[in-house]
T-cell receptor, first 109, second 115 residues
Framework: AQRVTQPEKLLSVFKGAPVELKCNYS??????LFWYVQYSRQRLQLLLR??SRESIKGFTADLNKGETSFHLKKPFAQEEDSAMYYC???????????FGTGTRLTVIP | GAVVSQHPSWVICKSGTSVKIECRSL??????MFWYRQFPKQSLMLMAT?????????EQGVEKDKFLINHASLTLSTLTVTSAHPEDSSFYIC???????????FGPGTRLTVL
């Protein structure tokens, strides 16, 4: 069975500081990994996906198959980054998502 | 583009009644829609995958007779919570996949409170 783990429920960083939101997964096949973000009073939206290998809003995430991790990073946090972040996994070839428990990021001015 | 709506946004009902929640893709066709449930301060839990014109695929532990899903068209899926009980109170979120890019677009959610 698949599992997505986000060990930190809450994370606070100062504006301009680097931020890393951790995500580990377990799945026996080849998963596709995603980061979704939910800003205050808004719906969940896709932030980035590992197959795109792109940077969105300054965030990047690298899939590390050896460590089964997909940590989300940003070198300089901004106040507008404060939100709830969910790591999610879909099984290779399938499109249903399995979410981690989420990390609430607060960027302190 | 890629907007998904849900109706109603919130509903309060008496125990034992049934509640229908609609999920619509407004500007695209979705062959696949998904239903999630989110308890307070917890993650989204996938309940079922709904494919247009076929029976929904339910995740383990989700009662298909309790949570009836109908995906009658490429832009509409409905979730009916039958004989609702207080423990069914939750936030129900749908998403839609336009196909081709394995990306889901989420609705704003429906808050169900069963008295």
């Amino acid at each position: 069975a698949q599992r997505v783990t986000q060990p930190e429920k809450l994370l606070s960083v100062f504006k301009g500081a680097p931020v890393e939101l951790k995500c580990n997964y377990s799945y026996s096949g080849s998963p596709e990994l995603f980061w979704y973000v939910q800003y205050s009073r808004q719906r969940l939206q896709l932030l980035l996906r590992h197959i795109s290998r792109e940077s969105i809003k300054g965030f990047t995430a690298d899939l590390n198959k050896g460590e089964t991790s997909f940590h989300l990073k940003k070198p300089f946090a901004q106040e507008e980054d404060s939100a709830m972040y969910y790591c999610a996994l879909s099984k290779g070839g399938a499109n249903n998502l399995f979410f981690g428990t989420g990390t609430r990021l607060t960027v302190i001015p | 583009g890629a907007v998904v709506s849900q109706h109603p946004s919130w509903v309060i009902c008496k125990s034992g009644t049934s509640v229908k929640i609609e999920c619509r893709s407004l500007d695209f066709q979705a062959t696949t829609m998904f239903w999630y449930r989110q308890f307070p301060k917890q993650s989204l839990m996938l309940m079922a995958t709904s494919n247009e014109g076929s029976k929904a695929t339910y995740e383990q532990g989700v009662e298909k007779d309790k949570f009836l899903i109908n995906h009658a068209s490429l832009t509409l899926s409905t979730l009916t919570v039958t004989s609702a009980h207080p423990e069914d109170s939750s936030f129900y979120i749908c998403s839609a996949d336009p196909g081709g890019y394995n990306e889901q677009f989420f609705g704003p959610g429906t808050r169900l409170t069963v008295l």
